[in-house]
């Protein structure tokens, strides 16, 4: 399956990988390297779009052999293929330079483009004037020629640079996603950047006008930069793309490493090694939430259920204030789990829980949680993530939910890795009237990536565990709440692998 809609990334070249189900993947060839002037320093991020008459062009960022940001066009070899191998770059390039007043440095990162009603396509870039962080718009009809767009997209000053910036509609009403190209009264758009300055990837959704090339979020105090997050755990530099085929928006993005290159270096010929890698998460879908109206709904791709094995189900397993519980499941290293919690006082006694956010972790005590699932752990629970809902409340009756992840205890201190990054992740997640305390966590040897409500706040967790390995894996649940009694229903799936191979060396 081709992805016409896509993202290219990468530092010094261009890889690339294919799939038939966005699960089971085979490493490609390097699509491009660094050969020429006007990338000789690094063929960075891009955009591919599917235009109308069948040909795909991708615009991607150059550094030059004198370190200056630079938009460059390139094209597929060959159509025919549908791996599409082999790229050619355009013998024109560079076809866009940073304009006045812009940094050499600071010019990067074209969108997938979008067809406009004048029949002009546009892409928007990320840069930063002065200290204000922008977003500028080009117009071309033919991917050669360009004209800026006087004005931004948008801007959010004091946000630092913004990288990898994505803009794209989402249906208000509906459960599939959309084209790039759809605007109508129908829609809302999403504006995503990543920070250069945080490492993080925030979004907000909006208006886009098309007629001036601006877009207005819906609430300035969440703006992009200041407010919500793609996920609040370790990602970074997304991307998403739309599927055709199944009629959806997906979501791409890294999962880096939380250890240094200097302990990377240390631990060569351990059995384990702290590799400086980059990787992928689990492929998501991108909905807009109808429900509360503020949020997208990240969800893993479908696909992920053709590697489920055997399940076991557990239906309302009491976790009283300030307890463990194990969950018998045997082998517990690659998992999908379902859970649902709901919990009760033990008094009626009022009580103020006024601190907000995860508090310094699963280990704090208060009113109303923490309380979760404890997943990588192993039997004396000395190392283990807890994934869980922390439920505060304020004099005036205001309740606010974060959901978290505690990487306090992901592994053993070890004498060769003694600064790998233990931090707690975590974010507010709307919980509306009638609705459980649910979450879905994907569990693989050293990832979980978790989803909180439906997928209104995601986590994603980079783990090394020492002592929860392999068999020695187990589950739990608990509850550090100290005036509430949790239950839990479960439903979790044994998961088989990916099996993601080199590609046929006697095909390339």
Same mark, same amino acid.
């Given at each position: 399956?081709?992805?016409?809609?896509?993202?290219?990334?990468?530092?010094?070249?261009?890889?690339?990988?294919?799939?038939?189900?966005?699960?089971?993947?085979?490493?490609?060839?390097?699509?491009?390297?660094?050969?020429?002037?006007?990338?000789?320093?690094?063929?960075?991020?891009?955009?591919?779009?599917?235009?109308?008459?069948?040909?795909?062009?991708?615009?991607?960022?150059?550094?030059?052999?004198?370190?200056?940001?630079?938009?460059?066009?390139?094209?597929?070899?060959?159509?025919?293929?549908?791996?599409?191998?082999?790229?050619?770059?355009?013998?024109?390039?560079?076809?866009?330079?940073?304009?006045?007043?812009?940094?050499?440095?600071?010019?990067?990162?074209?969108?997938?483009?979008?067809?406009?009603?004048?029949?002009?396509?546009?892409?928007?870039?990320?840069?930063?004037?002065?200290?204000?962080?922008?977003?500028?718009?080009? *117009?071309?009809?033919?991917?050669?020629?360009?004209?800026?767009?006087?004005?931004?997209?948008? =801007?959010?000053?004091? !946000?630092?640079?913004?990288?990898?910036?994505?803009?794209?509609?989402?249906?208000?009403?509906?459960?599939?996603?959309?084209?790039?190209?759809?605007?109508?009264?129908?829609?809302?758009?999403?504006?995503?950047?990543?920070?250069?300055?945080?490492?993080?990837?925030?979004?907000?959704?909006?208006?886009?006008?098309?007629?001036? =090339?601006?877009?207005?979020?819906?609430?300035?105090?969440?703006?992009?930069?200041?407010?919500?997050?793609?996920?609040?755990?370790?990602?970074?530099?997304?991307?998403?793309?739309?599927?055709?085929?199944?009629?959806?928006?997906?979501?791409?993005?890294?999962?880096?490493?939380?250890?240094? /290159?200097?302990?990377?270096?240390?631990?060569?010929?351990?059995?384990?090694? %702290?590799?400086?890698?980059?990787?992928?998460?689990?492929?998501?879908?991108?909905? %807009?939430?109808?429900?509360?109206?503020?949020?997208?709904?990240?969800?893993?791709? /479908?696909?992920?259920?053709?590697?489920?094995?055997?399940?076991?189900?557990?239906?309302?397993?009491?976790?009283?204030?300030?307890?463990?519980?194990?969950?018998?499941?045997?082998?517990?290293?690659?998992?999908?789990?379902?859970?649902?919690?709901? %919990?009760?006082?033990?008094?009626? =006694?009022?009580?103020?829980?006024?601190?907000?956010?995860?508090?310094?972790?699963?280990?704090?005590?208060?009113?109303?949680?923490?309380?979760?699932?404890?997943?990588?752990?192993?039997?004396?629970?000395?190392?283990?993530?807890?994934?869980?809902?922390?439920?505060?409340?304020?004099?005036?009756?205001?309740?606010?939910?974060?959901?978290?992840?505690?990487?306090?205890?992901? !592994?053993?201190?070890?004498?060769?890795?003694?600064?790998? %990054?233990?931090?707690?992740?975590?974010?507010?997640?709307?919980?509306?009237?009638?609705? *459980?305390?649910?979450?879905?966590?994907?569990?693989?040897?050293?990832?979980? =990536?978790?989803?909180?409500?439906?997928?209104?706040?995601?986590?994603?967790?980079?783990?090394?565990?020492?002592?929860?390995?392999?068999?020695?894996?187990?589950?739990?649940?608990?509850?550090?709440?100290?005036?509430?009694?949790?239950?839990? *229903?479960?439903?979790?799936?044994?998961?088989?692998?990916?099996?993601?191979?080199?590609?046929?060396?006697?095909?390339?």
């Amino acid at each position: 399956m081709y992805n016409p809609d896509s993202a290219v990334w990468g530092n010094i070249t261009w890889g690339h990988a294919v799939s038939a189900d966005m699960i089971h993947w085979l490493y490609l060839p390097l699509a491009m390297v660094p050969d020429r002037w006007f990338d000789a320093n690094g063929v960075w991020t891009g955009s591919v779009t599917l235009l109308p008459d069948g040909q795909i062009i991708m615009l991607y960022t150059g550094s030059t052999n004198d370190s200056v940001q630079v938009q460059n066009l390139a094209y597929p070899a060959n159509l025919s293929d549908p791996l599409l191998l082999d790229w050619v770059k355009y013998e024109g390039n560079p076809i866009l330079t940073p304009p006045s007043g812009i940094g050499s440095i600071d010019f990067r990162d074209p969108t997938t483009a979008w067809f406009g009603p004048d029949g002009k396509w546009r892409t928007t870039i990320g840069s930063k004037f002065n200290t204000a962080v922008i977003s500028m718009v080009y *117009t071309t009809t033919d991917f050669i020629n360009y004209e800026l767009h006087d004005g931004v997209l948008h =801007e959010v000053p004091g !946000t630092g640079m913004w990288e990898c910036v994505d803009f794209y509609p989402v249906a208000i009403n509906g459960s599939k996603g959309l084209d790039t190209s759809v605007n109508n009264g129908g829609v809302k758009h999403v504006l995503k950047a990543s920070l250069d300055d945080t490492k993080l990837d925030h979004y907000a959704i909006g208006t886009y006008f098309i007629e001036n =090339e601006t877009w207005v979020p819906d609430d300035p105090t969440i703006d992009v930069g200041i407010g919500l997050k793609y996920d609040y755990g370790r990602y970074y530099a997304s991307k998403t793309f739309y599927d055709q085929n199944k009629e959806r928006r997906i979501l791409l993005g890294w999962i880096n490493e939380t250890d240094t /290159e200097t302990d990377d270096l240390k631990n060569v010929g351990l059995p384990f090694t %702290f590799c400086d890698h980059i990787l992928q998460t689990i492929p998501r879908t991108m909905l %807009f939430d109808s429900k509360t109206g503020t949020n997208l709904l990240q969800w893993p791709v /479908e696909e992920i259920e053709d590697l489920r094995l055997n399940s076991t189900e557990f239906t309302n397993v009491l976790v009283e204030a300030g307890t463990v519980v194990p969950l018998h499941i045997g082998t517990a290293t690659q998992l999908d789990i379902f859970v649902d919690f709901e %919990f009760e006082l033990l008094d009626a =006694e009022e009580s103020v829980n006024g601190s907000s956010g995860c508090g310094d972790g699963a280990v704090d005590r208060g009113t109303f949680g923490p309380f979760g699932i404890l997943v990588i752990a192993d039997e004396s629970l000395s190392e283990l993530t807890p994934v869980y809902f922390r439920v505060t409340n304020s004099t005036d009756g205001d309740v606010t939910t974060y959901f978290c992840t505690d990487e306090s205890r992901l !592994t053993l201190i070890l004498m060769n890795a003694p600064e790998v %990054f233990k931090q707690v992740y975590g974010g507010e997640v709307p919980v509306l009237d009638g609705e *459980t305390y649910s979450a879905r966590v994907l569990v693989d040897h050293s990832i979980v =990536e978790s989803y909180a409500q439906g997928g209104r706040t995601v986590i994603s967790s980079r783990v090394y565990p020492t002592e929860a390995i392999y068999r020695a894996a187990r589950l739990f649940l608990f509850n550090n709440a100290t005036r509430v009694n949790v239950k839990a *229903t479960l439903k979790i799936w044994q998961l088989n692998s990916a099996f993601i191979h080199p590609f046929p060396l006697d095909q390339i």
